[in-house]
């Protein structure tokens, strides 16, 4: 209820045990939240909540179709772009979100939820720090050198759907030309996702 009255539409909500994250399928409307073994708190699954809300509100019906032609691996660079772009977006629209989106993503993180206990973080890829310090935030620790900082910027500041196309064209090529363009199925950037067909 609470999804469709953000939404302000009938969206179709299910739960899952299958689903290792929460889920939004931008064609078919369908909302997915994961049953976790592990409890956790009603701040985080307002964060899913949330978050695959800002997919319904804000990311286009129909543009996901075009963005799975140029295949799955820079799928997930715009769905790690606009991650960034819709929880900024509704965080802004219902502002009581903010405390519980910093709550969730603490809790996430001491959960190991996106597997980084251990590790070196800042030797991650690049899409995935970003992923990482667009989510956790600086708690991630994650370190950019300057000229990621000027992707990191543009990330901070997109506005429009248009915007997020050009920036994920341009990091995919950018991480293409590092050699950093290997398609990694245990990467942190496939944590919380709006899916389809349509990734979060």
Same mark, same amino acid.
């Given at each position: 209820?609470?999804?469709?009255? +953000?939404?302000?539409?009938?969206?179709? /909500? &299910?739960?899952?045990?299958? $689903?290792?994250? #929460?889920?939004?399928?931008?064609?078919?409307? !369908?909302?997915? !939240?994961?049953?976790?073994?592990?409890? +956790?708190?009603?701040?985080?699954?307002?964060?899913?909540?949330?978050? =695959? /809300?800002?997919?319904?509100?804000?990311?286009?019906?129909?543009?996901? /179709?075009? @963005?799975?032609?140029?295949?799955?691996?820079?799928?997930?660079? /715009?769905?790690? @772009?606009?991650?960034?772009?819709?929880?900024?977006?509704?965080?802004?629209?219902?502002?009581?979100?903010?405390?519980?989106?910093?709550?969730?993503?603490?809790?996430?993180?001491?959960?190991?939820?996106?597997?980084?206990?251990?590790?070196?973080?800042?030797?991650?890829?690049?899409?995935?720090?970003?992923?990482?310090?667009?989510? $956790?935030?600086?708690? #991630?620790? !994650?370190?950019?050198?300057?000229? =990621? +900082?000027?992707? !990191?910027?543009?990330?901070?500041?997109?506005?429009?759907?248009? &915007? @997020?196309?050009?920036?994920?064209?341009?990091?995919?090529?950018?991480?293409?030309?590092?050699?950093?363009?290997?398609? &990694?199925?245990?990467?942190?950037?496939?944590?919380?996702?709006?899916?389809?067909?349509?990734?979060?």
């Amino acid at each position: 209820l609470l999804a469709k009255l +953000m939404a302000s539409e009938d969206l179709h /909500v &299910e739960y899952s045990s299958n $689903a290792s994250t #929460a889920m939004f399928d931008t064609e078919n409307r !369908v909302l997915t !939240v994961p049953i976790f073994k592990e409890h +956790m708190s009603i701040d985080t699954t307002d964060l899913m909540l949330g978050h =695959e /809300v800002g997919h319904a509100l804000f990311t286009p019906q129909g543009e996901i /179709v075009e @963005v799975l032609k140029k295949g799955g691996l820079y799928k997930n660079f /715009v769905n790690i @772009v606009e991650d960034a772009r819709i929880e900024k977006m509704i965080q802004s629209k219902f502002p009581g979100l903010r405390p519980i989106f910093k709550n969730a993503y603490n809790e996430l993180m001491d959960k190991n939820f996106f597997g980084t206990q251990g590790e070196d973080i800042n030797s991650y890829n690049f899409i995935d720090r970003l992923n990482l310090h667009f989510k $956790a935030g600086i708690r #991630a620790g !994650v370190e950019f050198n300057d000229e =990621e +900082m000027t992707y !990191v910027k543009r990330m901070e500041n997109l506005r429009s759907w248009d &915007e @997020v196309i050009s920036l994920s064209d341009d990091l995919y090529e950018y991480c293409k030309a590092k050699d950093e363009d290997k398609d &990694e199925s245990d990467s942190p950037s496939d944590s919380n996702d709006s899916n389809d067909d349509t990734d979060d």
